[in-house]
């Protein structure tokens, strides 16, 4: 429901339709995203706000809805970034998404091999408007992003929590249980349990649909 609330402007889903990406400032809760999505639907344009909070504009955007955009949002504290930020911050996570859950043994991240220690906006580092912009570290998103994956594992693989732990490269389970529950306040066998009760009940109504497509009953 609030996905949908958010993400009313948008009429295409495609990627690659993207015209041109942008991220704020200091919004990081769902009241910030309500304003923006209402400033967004008062210029008229076709929009999608992402998972991770950028404005994605999805036909040409012109210079004067940009001003306004950001006059918009700078009266209640909220700084729309230029594109070259946007494209900075962008580049961050995905780098972090695509390493995170698109490798089968995950490397040592480190700032240096993400953004190289660019600066931007004079003295302010990338860092610093990373954090502005996502309400976190980019440590701490790379936490994130390592939980979400191995939630995924948990539900998806039949691995072993050591196994889980070597591929998101923690020295051992233990560090990956604690890490879990701190960020979670639930056990990787909280998700273990899950994932058995899902494919019971996957199971259950695959052999259900069977039986009605066959026109023989569970019962006989």
């Known amino acids: 429901m ?6 009313s402007g948008n009429n295409n889903s495609d990627p690659d339709a993207v015209r041109k990406k ?16 209402s400033i967004l639907d008062d210029q008229g ?6 998972a991770h909070g950028a404005i994605e504009c999805y036909e040409d955007i012109t210079e004067v809805q940009i001003n306004e955009i950001r006059k918009s949002l700078a009266k209640s504290g909220l700084i729309l970034l230029d594109e070259n930020e946007s494209k900075l911050i962008d580049r961050i996570i995905n780098s972090v998404v695509e390493v995170v859950h698109n490798s089968n043994s995950l490397p040592k991240l ?5 953004i ?13 408007i ?22 995924e594992l948990l539900l998806y693989e039949d ?13 051992n389970k233990n560090l990956l249980i604690a890490q879990f529950k701190k960020f979670t306040g639930l056990t990787p066998a909280y998700f273990k349990r899950l994932r058995k009760e899902r494919k019971e009940i996957a199971d259950e109504n695959t052999y259900s ?8 009953s569970a019962y006989n």
Do not use: P, W
């Open 116 to 128: 190289n220690e660019h600066l931007v906006s004079g003295n302010e580092s990338i860092l610093k």
């Open 110 to 114: 480190s700032f240096s091999d993400l």
């Open 22 to 37: 942008f991220y704020v400032k200091y919004m990081v809760c769902l009241r910030d995203k309500l304003l923006l999505k």
């Open 130 to 151: 990373f954090s502005d912009v996502k309400g976190m570290s980019v440590l701490q998103f790379i936490v994130t992003q390592k939980i979400e994956r191995a939630k």
């Open 2 to 7: 609030i996905s949908s609330m958010l993400n």
């Open 159 to 171: 691995l072993s929590l050591e196994e889980i732990a070597d591929i998101l490269h923690y020295k």
């Open 45 to 50: 344009i076709k929009y999608n706000i992402s």
């Open 209 to 216: 649909f069977h039986s009605d497509a066959t026109g023989v």
